[in-house]
């Protein structure tokens, strides 16, 4: 029978795991390309789409405190340009700032598209522009008069334009330039127009105050274009991550049917395999023995041990299949009861010693004395026991050597130990000969050939005893492996107890005689 490495299934599923993480940066590399080409801000659309939302959602949450901002700025210029004047421009101003908030409301309605986003982002950015020449027509109105205090009133209210539309309007830049240059422009003229040493100061000041809110409105709107877009990424593992899900959820449904499914078929082929091979055995076992009478031809002797050895090990890698189907579903039950560790390993012992004669093979035992018994499987213990033994006399070449120990752990549970001098296992190959029909290359080449099922089966039952297996190699120098018991599965012998009080008989009762209490201490002894 031809070994099978697991080593290429867990190549081919690394290569597959990688090839798709290849396709699925591949796959967003594009989409964002292309998004960000079809976008009109540069980014993706749906952060073109993110960012409008955020100035509508700014723009009306301020609409309230921007109103009564007007409505101060207005009574303040009252004082300088008079009752109409003032009145004008605080009109001309909220019914910008009232269409801008419409605008608003109103794009937070529509259903989001590309062309919807264009006509809205020139709609705000044509209000702000209104709204920041309504205010230079305000201090137009001042500088003109040229009363005493207005040149200070228009840098107030220039300087206040810009720093609330640097922060209202942050999201899209243009509105921040169009909202707030020409204030800054027409202010900067004045001072510069006068050409007073004062004013050239309040000029340069004007263009450092300009020039500092416009850059505190771009690291604002990269601020807010970084939070989208992490949003955005979040939401697109998030969207990943629940189908990764699915899928997971699907393959764990598959693999709960396929494992009911293996069940039934292992259930059902256990009956159908055994049977006919339960024939074969006992009549091969007849025609072997030659109960019946002698074989006229001599080769039909050998044929019928061919096929009584076959059917034997048909019928044991059978079992070993169903063994480990039961352990792997967790329907393997330990029938536990007091058992002596040294004295199944050495009857396994002597159900192997024939066999290893036979290759020339010594086996050592090294068992410690007055072991307490375990409280375990009989049946497992003994099939780990053969198992390991099998193992190291299968990879152990003619006229080598096998050391069997039994003793107790440095935590005070027990032990079992199999070493042999056979070639040894690679390091690399460990977890491979320790995987459901896996076997080394070394050991394929050297050794008789067997289903991988041993170390697999007894990996499984130690684990339900709730022990440990440890397996060490080296080339050319041999295999030991070791199975412990934990101590919670040693049967220590319990004290005996302190004698109780010695019973009494009443003096009134007359009951209770010498004879009587003579055999209750006996007991309590």
Excluded at 169 to 190: D, E, G, K, R, W
Aim: net charge negative; glycine share 8%; proline share 4%.
């Amino acid at each position: 029978m031809a070994g099978y490495d697991s080593r290429g299934d867990e190549y081919a599923a690394d290569a597959a795991r990688a090839a798709h993480a290849r396709r699925l940066r591949l796959t967003r590399s594009v989409r964002e390309t292309r998004e960000a080409l079809t976008s009109s801000g540069g980014v993706r659309p749906a952060l073109d789409y993110e960012l409008l939302r955020v100035y509508a959602d700014h723009r009306i949450a301020a609409s309230v405190a921007l109103f009564l901002l007007i409505a101060l700025v207005g009574l303040s210029s009252s004082l300088w340009t008079g009752g109409y004047s003032a009145v004008v421009w605080t009109a001309l101003a909220l019914s910008i700032h009232g269409l801008t908030v419409a605008s608003c409301k109103r794009f937070l309605a529509t259903p989001p598209s590309p062309a919807m986003q264009k006509r809205f982002r020139r709609t705000f950015i044509l209000f702000d522009l209104l709204f920041g020449v309504s205010w230079v027509l305000n201090i137009n109105v001042l500088v003109d008069l040229g009363l005493s205090g207005a040149g200070d009133f228009s840098l107030f209210a220039m300087l206040l334009v810009v720093a609330v539309f640097s922060m209202l309007a942050a999201s899209i830049p243009a509105a921040v330039y169009a909202s707030t240059m020409p204030v800054a422009a027409v202010v900067t003229m004045h001072y510069l127009l006068r050409g007073q040493p004062q004013d050239l100061v309040l000029a340069s000041m004007t263009v450092g105050a300009e020039a500092y809110f416009i850059m505190v409105a771009n690291r604002l709107y990269l601020s807010a274009l970084s939070a989208l877009g992490a949003r955005a990424q979040l939401d697109s593992l998030v969207g990943e991550l629940e189908q990764a899900k699915a899928k997971s959820d699907e393959a764990a449904r598959r693999a709960e049917a396929a494992n009911l499914a293996k069940s039934r078929f292992l259930a059902q082929m256990s009956h159908e395999l055994r049977t006919p091979l339960n024939a074969i055995l006992g009549f091969s076992e007849v025609m072997k023995s030659e109960i019946l009478g002698a074989h006229s031809v001599p080769t039909y002797k050998e044929y019928a041990g061919d096929i009584h050895s076959s059917g034997q090990h048909l019928l044991n890698l059978i079992n070993e299949v169903l063994d480990l189907s039961r352990i792997e579903a967790g329907r393997y039950e330990l029938n536990d009861e007091p058992i002596g560790l040294a004295h199944v390993a050495e009857d396994c012992h002597h159900l192997i010693k024939l066999r290893a004669t036979n290759r020339d093979i010594t086996i050592h035992e090294h068992f410690e004395t007055d072991l307490p018994k375990l409280w375990a499987d009989e049946r497992a213990v003994r099939q780990i026991c053969l198992n390991l033994l099998s193992n190291a006399i299968k990879f152990t070449p003619q006229g080598g050597e096998v050391w069997m120990k039994v003793g107790w752990t440095a935590s005070g549970g027990q032990y079992l130990s199999v070493r042999d001098n056979g070639p040894g296992i690679p390091e690399e190959e460990i977890p491979v000969v320790l995987s459901s029909f896996g076997q080394g290359t070394n050991s394929i080449k050297t050794a008789e050939q067997g289903a991988g099922l041993g170390l697999p089966i007894v990996n499984g039952l130690i684990d339900l005893h709730g022990g440990t297996f440890t397996l060490r190699s080296k080339l050319r120098q041999g295999t030991e492996v070791i199975v412990t018991f934990p101590s919670s599965r040693v049967m220590t012998p319990l004290t005996p107890a302190d004698d109780g009080p010695t019973l009494q008989p009443s003096l009134g009762d007359g009951a209770g005689s010498d004879s009587e209490i003579e055999p209750l201490r006996s007991a309590a002894q």
